[in-house]
């Protein structure tokens, strides 16, 4: 068993239950969100290529600023769009 422990210093943290993972990302469309940190483009790039390696599809995402959640559009788009979500957080 994992625990997760919540960040925002719940008194009571919140049960997420975890998503199904798949198998394999090999037809999948992977989205990579960059989360605009300096040098998360150079994982991603380094990512993106291993994904493709495997068959997967990539699409390439990055929020306006690391100081604030990814946009509602953006969460949207991505969720529609994606089976797979990898976020790159380097400095």
């Known amino acids: 068993m994992t625990t997760v ?3 925002t210093n719940e008194a009571t ?3 997420i239950e975890r ?8 037809g999948l469309t992977v989205g990579l969100l ?6 998360g483009n150079v994982f991603l ?9 495997l068959g ?4 390439r995402y990055k ?3 690391f100081t604030k959640p990814a946009p509602v559009d953006m969460r949207h788009e991505i969720a529609t769009e994606c089976d ?4 790159a957080l380097a400095d």
């Open 5 to 7: 422990l919540d960040p």
């Open 13 to 15: 943290p919140a049960t």
């Open 19 to 26: 998503s199904m993972r798949p198998e394999s990302l090999a």
């Open 34 to 39: 960059d989360i605009s940190k300096p040098r």
């Open 45 to 53: 790039d380094q990512v993106e290529q291993r994904l493709i390696a």
């Open 56 to 59: 997967s599809t990539v699409k």
């Open 63 to 65: 929020k306006p600023t």
């Open 84 to 87: 797979a979500v990898i976020e």
